[in-house]
């Protein structure tokens, strides 16, 4: 089964307001990764947040991590058109060859 | 760097014929991934290569998939025979994991275009 399961599975905002993705994954992890897809297109990295960081932050992107509830979400601030996508979380186990193990995503839709 | 380049971008063929699919990863990447994404079942790991050596091949559907990686630069996966079943957009993503990387945990994968594959 998936280790990570985004949530929710679809969200539509208007332009200008914030978007709340959230992962949640079911064993130990080394690092946890959001990736964003285009339609069309393949996945293009985001930001990583390793498992002893609470918070980690990348212009208008915003990630936690919560190991105790096993889950992270992503904030996107002041959403864009640009920034409709589908969103993935990946999580890695590390001490392996670097696989990850990818959600279902979530697919935004910022409505101008 | 061009990135992750994947041939070809799109495949229609018909049921029963060999389709095969080719990855070319970044120069100096170490891992390479084949991913079949559908939207029934998402985005499924196939096989991972890690220095040209395939090291989890669970993924693989059944024994009409099969992957090689003759060398860092160039990797195939294929399909023989193709069935309606295996339409879907297939990802590869290569990685460079080395020591320090797998360390300090940044296994960042970078994706190509992927290719759609039909089958008829």
């Known amino acids: 089964s998936q280790q990570g399961e985004e949530d929710p599975q679809a969200l539509s905002i208007q332009e200008g307001e914030n978007a709340t993705m959230n992962c949640s994954y079911k064993?130990?992890?080394?690092?946890l990764q959001w990736y964003r897809q285009n339609s069309g297109r393949g996945l293009v990295h985001l930001i990583l947040?390793?498992?002893?960081?609470r918070e980690k932050h990348s212009g208008r992107l915003r990630v936690t991590l919560d190991t105790s509830k096993k889950s992270s979400s992503l904030l996107i601030t002041a959403s864009r058109a640009a920034d409709t996508a589908s969103y993935f979380c990946?999580?890695?186990?590390?001490?392996?060859?670097?696989?990850?193990?990818f959600g279902k995503g979530t697919k935004l839709s910022v409505k101008p | 760097d061009a990135g992750v380049i994947q041939s070809p971008r799109h495949e229609v063929t018909e049921m029963g014929q060999e389709v095969t699919l080719r990855c070319k990863p970044i120069?100096?990447?170490?891992?390479l991934f084949w991913y079949r994404q559908t939207m029934m079942r998402g985005l499924e790991l196939l096989i991972y290569?890690?220095?040209?050596?395939?090291?989890?091949d669970s993924g693989m559907p059944e024994d009409r998939f099969s992957a090689k990686m003759p060398n860092a630069s160039f990797s195939t996966l294929k399909i023989q025979p193709s069935e309606p079943r295996d339409s879907a957009v297939y990802f590869c993503?290569?990685?460079?994991?080395?020591?320090?990387?797998?360390?300090?945990?940044?296994?960042?994968?970078?994706f190509g275009a992927g290719t759609r594959l039909s089958v008829l």
């Open positions: 990946a999580t890695s186990k590390g001490g392996s060859q670097g696989n990850l193990i």
């Open positions: 064993t130990s992890i080394n690092n």
């Open positions: 947040i390793r498992s002893n960081e």
């Open positions: 120069s100096g990447h170490n891992s």
């Open positions: 290569f890690n220095n040209n050596v395939p090291i989890d």
């Open positions: 993503a290569s990685s460079f994991p080395t020591g320090e990387e797998i360390f300090l945990a940044k296994n960042i994968q970078y």
